[in-house]
Protein backbone atom coordinates (compact mmCIF):
# COMPACT_ATOMS: atom_id res chain seq x y z
CA UNK A 1 0.00 0.00 0.00
CA UNK A 2 0.89 3.51 -1.21
CA UNK A 3 1.28 5.89 1.89
CA UNK A 4 -0.28 9.05 1.45
CA UNK A 5 3.16 10.89 3.21
CA UNK A 6 5.16 9.26 0.52
CA UNK A 7 2.81 10.63 -1.83
CA UNK A 8 3.27 14.12 -0.81
CA UNK A 9 6.29 13.80 -0.28
CA UNK A 10 7.21 12.93 -3.95
CA UNK A 11 5.04 15.78 -4.66
CA UNK A 12 7.42 17.75 -2.99
CA UNK A 13 10.31 16.86 -4.89
CA UNK A 14 8.98 16.48 -8.58
CA UNK A 15 6.21 18.52 -9.10
CA UNK A 16 4.09 15.62 -10.40
CA UNK A 17 0.62 14.96 -10.11
CA UNK A 18 -1.05 12.50 -7.65
CA UNK A 19 -1.40 9.79 -10.05
CA UNK A 20 2.18 10.38 -11.50
CA UNK A 21 3.76 9.96 -8.12
CA UNK A 22 1.65 6.94 -7.17
CA UNK A 23 2.33 4.98 -10.05
CA UNK A 24 5.91 5.44 -9.99
CA UNK A 25 5.85 4.61 -6.05
CA UNK A 26 3.84 1.59 -7.29
CA UNK A 27 6.46 0.61 -9.87
CA UNK A 28 9.02 1.33 -7.45
CA UNK A 29 7.90 -0.67 -4.20
CA UNK A 30 7.45 2.75 -2.66
CA UNK A 31 11.45 3.86 -3.25
CA UNK A 32 11.16 7.28 -3.07
CA UNK A 33 14.51 8.07 -4.72
CA UNK A 34 13.62 5.37 -7.52
CA UNK A 35 10.56 6.93 -7.92
CA UNK A 36 12.20 10.38 -8.67
CA UNK A 37 13.75 8.99 -11.24
CA UNK A 38 10.69 7.33 -12.80
CA UNK A 39 9.05 10.23 -12.82
CA UNK A 40 12.36 12.17 -14.68
CA UNK A 41 12.34 9.71 -17.08
CA UNK A 42 8.53 10.03 -17.69
CA UNK A 43 9.05 13.71 -18.26
CA UNK A 44 11.85 13.26 -20.45
CA UNK A 45 9.49 11.46 -22.71
CA UNK A 46 6.88 14.08 -22.27
CA UNK A 47 9.22 16.13 -23.60
CA UNK A 48 10.32 14.51 -26.60
CA UNK A 49 6.88 14.31 -27.50
CA UNK A 50 6.22 17.89 -27.77
CA UNK A 51 9.24 19.20 -29.12
CA UNK A 52 7.99 19.74 -32.41
CA UNK A 53 4.88 21.70 -31.04
CA UNK A 54 5.25 25.51 -31.99
CA UNK A 55 6.06 27.83 -29.37
CA UNK A 56 4.65 31.89 -29.55
CA UNK A 57 4.33 32.97 -26.38
CA UNK A 58 6.77 33.77 -23.87
CA UNK A 59 8.82 36.39 -22.02
CA UNK A 60 11.85 37.70 -21.97
CA UNK A 61 13.77 37.53 -18.44
CA UNK A 62 16.78 39.69 -17.67
CA UNK A 63 19.78 40.25 -15.01
CA UNK A 64 22.25 42.37 -14.03
CA UNK A 65 25.33 41.59 -12.19
CA UNK A 66 27.35 44.09 -10.61
CA UNK A 67 26.75 46.65 -13.11
CA UNK A 68 29.27 44.71 -15.65
CA UNK A 69 27.70 42.04 -16.83
CA UNK A 70 23.74 41.95 -18.40
CA UNK A 71 21.98 39.22 -19.84
CA UNK A 72 18.79 39.31 -21.67
CA UNK A 73 16.93 35.76 -22.27
CA UNK A 74 14.18 34.80 -24.92
CA UNK A 75 12.01 31.82 -23.60
CA UNK A 76 9.23 30.79 -25.45
CA UNK A 77 6.24 28.08 -24.26
CA UNK A 78 3.00 27.22 -26.06
CA UNK A 79 0.74 29.65 -24.24
CA UNK A 80 0.82 32.83 -22.36
CA UNK A 81 -1.21 30.81 -19.26
CA UNK A 82 2.47 28.62 -18.87
CA UNK A 83 4.67 31.68 -19.52
CA UNK A 84 3.06 33.01 -15.66
CA UNK A 85 3.79 29.80 -14.19
CA UNK A 86 6.27 29.85 -11.19
CA UNK A 87 8.18 27.41 -12.70
CA UNK A 88 8.61 29.05 -16.18
CA UNK A 89 9.51 32.00 -14.62
CA UNK A 90 11.95 30.17 -12.59
CA UNK A 91 13.52 28.54 -15.15
CA UNK A 92 13.95 31.92 -17.12
CA UNK A 93 15.57 33.58 -14.25
CA UNK A 94 18.06 30.47 -14.03
CA UNK A 95 18.65 30.86 -17.78
CA UNK A 96 19.91 34.43 -17.17
CA UNK A 97 22.41 33.28 -14.23
CA UNK A 98 23.73 30.28 -16.46
CA UNK A 99 24.47 32.74 -19.49
CA UNK A 100 26.04 35.44 -17.12
CA UNK A 101 27.69 32.63 -15.33
CA UNK A 102 29.20 30.27 -18.27
CA UNK A 103 29.19 33.02 -20.96
CA UNK A 104 27.91 30.50 -23.88
CA UNK A 105 27.96 31.77 -27.70
CA UNK A 106 25.00 29.45 -28.80
CA UNK A 107 21.85 28.16 -27.85
CA UNK A 108 22.97 25.13 -28.56
CA UNK A 109 26.21 25.68 -26.81
CA UNK A 110 24.31 26.87 -23.69
CA UNK A 111 21.79 23.35 -23.62
CA UNK A 112 24.96 21.55 -23.76
CA UNK A 113 26.68 23.05 -20.77
CA UNK A 114 26.33 21.75 -17.26
CA UNK A 115 23.59 23.62 -14.97
CA UNK A 116 25.93 25.90 -12.54
CA UNK A 117 24.33 24.42 -9.81
CA UNK A 118 23.64 20.79 -10.20
CA UNK A 119 26.51 19.66 -12.58
CA UNK A 120 24.47 16.51 -12.68
CA UNK A 121 22.23 18.41 -14.84
CA UNK A 122 22.42 19.34 -18.24
CA UNK A 123 20.59 22.82 -19.34
CA UNK A 124 18.93 20.70 -21.58
CA UNK A 125 17.64 18.37 -19.36
CA UNK A 126 16.31 21.17 -16.89
CA UNK A 127 14.41 22.59 -19.86
CA UNK A 128 12.93 18.84 -20.14
CA UNK A 129 12.25 18.29 -17.33
CA UNK A 130 9.74 21.50 -16.89
CA UNK A 131 7.98 20.59 -20.10
CA UNK A 132 7.56 17.54 -18.65
CA UNK A 133 6.25 19.44 -15.73
CA UNK A 134 3.83 22.32 -17.25
CA UNK A 135 3.15 19.76 -20.27
CA UNK A 136 3.76 22.40 -22.60
CA UNK A 137 7.43 22.68 -25.45
CA UNK A 138 9.46 25.28 -23.94
CA UNK A 139 12.37 26.67 -26.19
CA UNK A 140 15.32 29.10 -25.71
CA UNK A 141 14.66 31.52 -28.37
CA UNK A 142 17.68 33.50 -28.30
CA UNK A 143 20.28 35.19 -25.26
CA UNK A 144 22.44 38.20 -25.49
CA UNK A 145 25.18 38.86 -22.96
CA UNK A 146 26.65 42.41 -22.33
CA UNK A 147 29.68 43.37 -20.48
CA UNK A 148 31.82 46.35 -19.40
Request: glycine share 10%; charged share 35%.
Amino acid sequence: MISVDDIKKLRELTGAGIADCREALEETGSDIDKAVEVIKQKGLEKAAKKADRETRQGQVFSYVHGGKIGVLVALLCETDFVAKTDDFQTLGKELCLQVASMDPKTVDELLAQEYIRDPKLKIDGMIKGVVGKLGENIKIGEFTRITI
